[in-house]
């Protein structure tokens, strides 16, 4: 449990004054915030900055603890805080009631101190659903989210080569600096906490937190020129950082519920946004601006891509549909794919024509732009929840529910590796 | 003592709010209900179990097999007694065994299975002992979790999937389960892989979201569900560590037993029973699943279960033990009964049948009744049930003046021929049968009215009443019955309303799903609308008519197979259908049959509620078996008489209401002021909205007018709620009885009917504007009679015949007169003190 991980140590040096971003911010999110957050404030009350989980005094929030009252305890369905934790809130306010972060109008998730992460298992019980790929090493490594860590195989046989771990429980997005130095991960523990961390990939060593989230981070991008990093996530926002000085450059909050997935004109000037909410945006960032909304699916969108040009987008949902629209205007120019089962994942092959996606169905597409006809289908396994393409645009690689692996040549279409992504 | 200000809200409604409002709380009562938590046994008052003396016990099961090492195995110990009485003595009974190492005894008389073999358990309580066999084979099974069997169930028993929470059709925070685990296929796919398998942890189980949000580990508006102790937090682990495995093609679950099986009777000090649930399959195996299974009570005052399947009593009474497992559901009635030492067991002589039966219900309980009411209160509340209307002074002081000996009887038969029960007994068919301008057109309600109007003063046999609305083809303008078929937008509705107001059956539900507290399916629902579907209703060029007819063809087809369904009646009938024939006249002949289960309950049970204000089965329009009757005897012979006497309505409100249980008085004694359900005494409730409106005019003389009814019309005898939208300076406040709940007839349900107190009412009788005009108007007749000069002592004595049927008593006509001699403004002295008298409860309540 997050909160005891973290109690517990402070518990042990009793004589450390009790800290509110470390011990005191961590209940208030998990116990709290769920009724008295940005999502639904009952009683008009809301705890999740410092600034106004003090509003209503300490003797109030105190009170409600604690109270015999049974329509005043807080929480209300639940048992009552256990006393360890009310004990802290008590030694909080008689040692003067200090506020030892930075910003009291941070929200909680932002302030509470960057967890360290468990060690993987040595060996996993169960295979995982593997949910982020990646091709490292100019296509000679592999790169699989794995359980707190990502894992590194030869792409020629499948040999595990590497564990990098440290990072979190589970990663959507792996992405690599176009340097090849860094690479960010997107990811979290679900319904608890989720980040975004860039690392060096050559020792797995942590160049910087970014993101941070009472949920899961869906996707971290680097801009083509490697600049800029974007991020976005279950909290419905979509941030841009300079990727030398880690400063956040803006953030945007206009979608209503997660944002699965983000892409980067070739430009670097526009990205486009897809999300739960069954829109996409694209947003300019030379004046950091919304410029359009595709409002044309009606089903959580998982995947976004620009053409070659950055003029469309292709976006894919949980309705099948591969969608092509008009960047400035968002206005719909053709259908692309019409699946029965959802889409996750759409990726370019390389040249401007041709683009796949992989998702609930037993095989992954290729869409031929010119056409707007269905190219080859590669068979595959069921419900690949990621996709990736080589720097060199000859091979496939995809990773399914059950912790599948496959790589398959394009050309041929003939499978060249497959295994089980679990040591 | 901290100040708290809830705001209330006003029940002034609109339209759409009031829908959603209906929907919910028909379709969705029966589901809220079963959502309340499984008890712990900590939170019920069980008191240590006494044993005493029994000269047997007896032990169920027999013998029992264990085939798999997850299975369990719950014993039901029985004493027997010889006085005849029987108690459950399972929490008391030690078990011992033969072999050690096989299987082991847990708490409450549960057995585990350890290790292959065979054993003997010997099951003492006291001096008494008996003994089963335990045969345990399969130990060493590897196979994982059922998600079918052990899983689905767990998480239905830990309420995930109930109607409030994420059963709902929406789900709850875009997590949505199908209704108690109607549809496995789907909830496989949205536990295992929805949002990229986010909601379990393969590797680490115990943190999966699935199982760390009902721990409220982590933050979860549903709160506390769940604690790593119960055993459907054990099984989901489990599942989820085996890797969430579901089995490709397991054995088909037929049903569920319930030991014990028959209604039973209890008698403190033996107040719990521990109930036993076997689970049968297809290919003939069997699973004790008392473990996996959900409890609930019918009703929780009476009873409560506990999450292992103990019953506990609360209360004396009855209440329906209701089990649940899958799509199955069982329940068995369990009565509470106590030694009452110092109550001596004295009634009225009973009056008919009714009392009969009613007291012999009550002493069982220990429910004394009330002796008889008053004439005053008799007199008030007859006229009320009957006409809707209260009487003048002159008939109030007739009767209690008369000394003929039969005299409540003979005032029956004389309300039971006057207009004034014919149109209040034809409003109370106009609510269910939804009359309203907005439904049928301002001619079609008038001549609807009018002919259930001449329907009710003609006695019309009931089944000739519903086989004449049912069977109705033709222009509405014409054939008045036809407007029935535009109070429904369509097939479903037209269904589903059938089957509310004549088969007392919420049918609706199983529309979408099966239905959650009966046997219904989708396959009954569709079955049911294909008596309908070929109903067709067509407009024509005149305004307002629209013309009824039956198409020869149009099936119906099942929502999820395509296929057609055959037209099926509940029972499983076999109905002679000709294929030219118009399908409702099979269905009618069915319903109106003198077999039929249904038609002729429904209707006395609702001419009961609406005399005695509660049905004898509750809500009256929910008749199952998951809802007992609170006397079914009773029932049954009231049936019986209405089917003996060709469905004569005013025959069952007579014998009703000559019987000294409708006459009781309504105050309690000290023995039965917890009953709410047995009809120890009258229970008073509050007049309706329209019988309210027409009191105050009565008081004040100042009449209502209401538009588009002749003038004299009354409130309780209005055809319908919306006739002409009404100009509230000119003409009577519907506003005023919207407020105290007067039904929009939006559906049939009978709980459009609002009875809750409000806010709005609270205020409309301090000042609202309805009541202001008609004190303060100086035509009323307080006014009038203080103008002619009449006395302070006559003006009050007419004031009180009126409102309460009596004279003031000393105290209150010294209170009265003073305030009066003492007023400089007498005028506004008598509205205060007539104010006073409409906010008594004794004006506002019949009782």
């Known amino acids: ?423 | 003592m901290r100040s708290r200000i809830k705001p209330v809200k006003q029940s002034v409604v609109s339209h759409y709010i009031l829908m959603s409002l209906i929907a919910f709380l028909c379709l969705s009562a029966q589901l809220v209900l079963g959502e309340s938590a499984q008890h712990e046994e900590a939170d019920l008052p069980i008191t240590p179990i006494q044993v005493g003396s029994p000269e047997r016990i007896e032990v169920s099961p027999s013998e029992f097999t264990f085939s798999g090492p997850r299975d369990h195995l719950q014993l039901v110990v029985t004493g027997h007694y010889a006085n005849g009485e029987i108690a459950d003595l399972t929490r008391a009974a030690t078990l011992n065994f033969s072999s050690q190492g096989i299987a082991e005894a847990g708490e409450r008389s549960a057995i585990k299975p350890l290790a292959n073999g065979e054993t003997n358990v010997t099951v003492s309580v006291g001096d008494c002992t008996t003994s089963m066999s335990l045969q345990v084979t399969n130990q060493k099974s590897k196979e994982p979790v059922s998600f079918y069997y052990e899983a689905l169930p767990a998480l239905s028993k830990a309420g995930c999937a109930a109607g409030g929470c994420h059963g709902a059709p929406h789900g709850k925070g875009e997590f949505r389960l199908s209704l108690w685990g109607f549809d496995p296929v789907s909830d496989q796919h949205t536990i295992i892989n929805e949002e990229f398998g986010r909601r379990v942890n393969l590797i680490e189980p115990e943190k999966s979201l699935l199982l760390a949000k009902p721990r409220n580990d982590v933050a979860h508006e549903g709160g506390l569900r769940l604690r790593d102790s119960d055993i459907e937090h054990e099984v989901l682990v489990n599942w989820i560590r085996s890797g969430c495995h579901v089995e490709k093609k397991p054995p088909r679950c037929t049903g569920i037993l319930l030991t014990p099986g028959k209604d039973l009777a209890l008698k403190r000090p033996h107040h719990t029973q521990q109930f036993r649930v076997v689970a049968m399959f297809d290919d003939g195996s069997c699973k004790d699943i008392t473990h996996l299974a959900s409890y609930e009570s019918s009703d929780e005052k009476i009873c409560r279960v506990s999450r292992h399947g103990l019953a506990v009593g609360m209360g004396r009474g009855e209440a329906a033990v209701i089990v649940r497992y899958l799509e199955y559901i069982q329940s068995t009635i369990v009565s509470f009964v106590e030694d009452v030492p110092d109550l001596t067991w004295e009634t009225e002589t009973p009056a008919n049948y009714v009392d009969e039966l009613i007291y012999a219900k009550l002493e069982k309980f220990k429910y004394l009744p009330s002796g008889l009411s008053g004439d005053s209160e008799f007199f008030r509340r007859i006229h009320l049930d009957l006409t809707g209307l209260l009487p003048t002074p002159v008939e109030v002081s007739d009767f209690l003046d008369s000394s003929i000996p039969d005299k409540r009887s003979k005032l029956i038969d004389k309300l039971l021929e006057t207009e004034e029960f014919t149109l209040f007994w034809t409003q109370k068919w106009g609510d269910v049968l939804k009359l309203s301008a907005r439904q049928m057109g301002h001619g079609g309600v008038v001549k609807f009215h009018r002919w259930i109007r001449d329907s009710v003063a003609s006695n019309q046999p009931y089944d000739e009443f519903a086989k004449e609305i049912l069977l109705a083809t033709g222009s509405n303008l014409i054939k008045p019955t036809s407007n029935f078929y535009r109070s429904g937008s369509d097939t479903s509705d037209i269904m589903e309303s059938t089957a509310q107001l004549f088969l007392g059956t919420r049918i609706g539900c199983a529309k979408c799903h099966n239905h959650p507290y009966e046997p219904w399916t989708q396959d009954s629902y569709y079955g049911l609308s294909a008596f309908f579907n070929r109903i067709e209703t067509r407009k024509t060029g005149r305004k307002g008519e629209i013309v009824v007819w039956m198409n020869d063809e149009g099936d119906v087809r099942h929502p999820a197979t395509d296929e057609i369904v055959e037209p099926w009646v509940p029972g499983s009938y076999q109905l002679d259908l000709d294929p030219e024939l118009d399908r409702r006249k099979a269905f009618v002949e069915w319903l109106t049959g003198k077999e039929n289960p249904f038609f002729a309950k429904v209707e006395v049970n609702r001419i009961w509620a609406q005399l005695m204000g509660r049905g004898i089965v509750e809500p009256f329009d929910d008749l199952r078996d998951t809802n007992p009757a609170a006397n079914q005897p009773l029932l049954d012979a009231l049936t019986a008489d209405f089917v003996e006497h060709d469905f004569n309505r005013k025959h069952i409100i007579r014998t009703i209401v000559n019987s000294r249980t409708y006459q009781a008085s309504s105050k309690t004694n000290q023995w039965n002021k917890n009953d709410y359900r047995y009809f120890s005494r009258y229970y008073p409730r509050r007049l309706t909205a329209e019988q309210l409106v027409d009191a105050l005019s009565d008081l004040t003389g100042i009449r209502e007018n209401f538009a588009s009814v002749p003038p004299g019309i009354r409130a309780t005898q209005l055809p319908a709620p919306d006739l002409k939208i009404h100009d509230r300076e000119k003409i009577g406040d519907i506003e005023f009885l919207k407020v105290f709940g007067m039904p929009e007839r939006q559906t049939v349900c009978e709980c459009e009917r609002g009875d809750d107190s409000s806010l709005g009412q609270a205020l409309e009788l301090f000042n609202g504007k309805t009541l202001h005009g008609m004190l303060s108007d100086q035509n009323n007749r307080f006014h009038l009679a203080h103008k002619e000069k009449q006395t302070a002592d006559a003006i009050l004595s007419d004031l009180y015949l009126r409102a309460f049927s009596r004279e003031p008593n000393d105290k209150e006509k010294k209170i009265a007169v003073d305030y009066f001699n003492s007023a400089k403004d007498k005028g506004r002295a008598l509205e205060d003190i007539v104010w006073v008298a409409i906010n008594r409860d004794e004006f506002l309540f019949q009782y």
């Open chain 1, 1 to 423: 449990m997050v909160v005891a991980s973290l109690i517990t140590p402070l518990l042990l040096h009793a004589a450390q004054p009790v800290s509110f971003k470390a011990d005191l911010a961590p209940i208030l999110l998990n116990q709290c915030q769920s009724c008295h957050g940005p999502k639904k404030s009952k009683g008009g009350y809301r705890v999740d900055t410092f600034e106004r989980a003090m509003e209503v005094g300490f003797d109030e929030l105190h009170y409600r603890m604690v109270t015999d009252e049974e329509d005043e305890i807080m929480p209300p369905d639940a048992d009552p805080l256990p006393a360890e934790q009310i004990a802290l809130f008590m030694r909080w306010q008689k040692e003067g009631e200090t506020f030892d972060g930075v910003d009291p109008r941070a929200s909680l998730a932002e302030i509470i101190p960057g967890l360290k992460h468990p060690d993987p298992p040595s060996q996993y019980s169960r295979a995982i659903p593997v949910t982020a790929v990646a091709f490292a090493h100019g296509d000679q490594s592999i790169l699989t989210s794995g359980y707190h860590e990502m894992l590194v195989w030869a792409a020629k046989d499948g040999q595990l080569q590497r564990r990098i771990s440290g990072l979190p429980e589970r990663i959507h997005s792996i992405d690599i600096h176009p340097d090849g130095k860094q690479l960010a991960v997107a990811g979290g523990s679900p319904g608890r906490s989720g980040e975004v961390r860039v690392i060096d990939l050559s020792d797995g060593s942590l160049v910087q937190l970014l993101h941070k989230s009472d949920d899961l981070c869906l996707s971290a991008k680097f801009n083509h020129a490697g600049t800029r990093l974007a991020t976005c996530g279950t909290d419905g926002s979509v941030r841009v950082f300079d990727s030398e000085t880690w400063q956040e450059v803006v953030t945007f909050t206009n979608h209503s519920n997660w944002v699965n997935d983000l892409a980067w004109s070739a430009d670097g000037n526009r990205i486009v946004t897809g999300s739960k909410d069954s829109t996409a945006k694209v947003f300019d960032l030379t004046t950091n601006t919304r410029i359009s909304t595709y409002t044309g699916h009606d089903g959580g969108i998982y995947s976004v891509i620009f053409d070659e040009t950055g003029e469309h987008v292709l976006s894919a949902c949980s309705k099948g549909k591969v969608l092509y629209w008009r960047t400035e205007s968002g206005q719909a120019v053709k259908e692309l794919a019409n699946q029965s089962e959802s889409i996750y994942r759409i990726a370019a092959l390389g040249s401007a024509e041709h683009f796949i996606f992989s998702g609930a169905m037993p095989s992954v597409e290729m869409i031929d732009l010119q056409s707007g006809k269905k190219g080859k289908e590669f068979t595959s396994t069921c419900n690949n929840l990621s996709l990736a393409v080589s720097n060199d645009s000859r091979r496939i690689l995809t990773g399914d529910s059950k912790g599948g692996l496959r790589l398959v040549d394009i050309e041929s279409g003939e499978l060249l590796t497959r295994f089980t992504a679990a040591p």
